[in-house]
């Protein structure tokens, strides 16, 4: 089985700082990682995923991601925060170990980076 | 929102109505999936396909049908039997159905039941 947990509901940042979105998996095989955003009443874009080799991922729009296989986490990051990242971020994982096609994601955090 | 195209935005229902929703795709994607996303409960997935003429049940297909008689649309039906169907309903696709494809996501349809 596989599951993602995004343990914040809301992050809040002042621009310019850096900022940490957390996200924790659980799979039985090796997991493929994904973040997303969402604007509000709009569909999810594609930041970044993990699939294997270098466990720091570089993205869209200067957003990165750590893998860490012993804490099992996948935290998104950035280092200089705009007032225009604010948006619902999503993780999601899959299990290579399951059924293909079927991705779990978490309940969303709410980042807003305040001027 | 990419290639992806879902239709109308808003839609309102009646109790004991169905309804389908539109969505489309021209990235040439085999994979194609409908989500239902509730506040504070993330994405829920209701359908997917693989390839055409061939899906499977989700998380929630309860009350939900769908069809992929072509390969770039993926319709999904709600029917009367979905006791809470009003939230917001996401399509995506992607490549192919192995777990190292991400998704692309239309802008979504929001279903409210009068």
């Known amino acids: 089985a596989q599951s993602v947990a995004q343990p914040e509901d809301q992050v809040n940042v002042a621009e310019g700082n850096p900022l940490t979105v957390k996200c924790t998996y659980s799979v039985s095989g090796n997991p493929y990682l994904f973040w997303y955003v969402q604007y509000p009443n709009r569909g999810l874009q594609f930041l970044l995923k993990?699939?294997?080799?270098?466990?720091l991922v570089k993205g869209s729009y200067g957003f990165e991601a750590e893998f860490n296989k012993s804490q099992t986490s996948f935290h998104l990051k950035k280092p200089s925060a705009l007032v225009s990242d604010s948006a619902l971020y999503f993780c999601a994982v899959r299990d290579d170990n399951t059924n293909a096609g079927k991705s779990t994601f978490g309940d969303g955090t709410t980042l807003t980076v305040k001027p | 929102d990419g290639g992806i195209t879902q239709s109308p935005k808003y839609l309102f229902r009646k109790e004991g109505q169905n309804v389908t929703l539109s969505c489309e795709q021209n990235?040439?994607?085999?994979?194609m999936y409908w989500y239902r996303q509730d506040p504070g409960q993330g994405l829920r997935l209701i359908y997917y396909?693989?390839?055409?003429?061939?899906?499977q049940k989700g998380d929630i297909a309860e009350g939900y049908s769908v069809s992929r008689e072509k390969k770039e649309s993926f319709p999904l039906t709600v029917t009367s039997a979905q006791k809470n169907p009003t939230a917001f309903y996401l399509c995506a696709s992607s490549i192919g159905p192995l777990e190292n494809n991400e998704q692309f996501f239309g802008p979504g349809t929001r279903l409210t039941v009068l």
């Open positions: 396909s693989q390839i055409v003429n061939d899906f």
């Open positions: 990235l040439n994607h085999d994979a």
């Open positions: 993990y699939i294997t080799g270098d466990n």
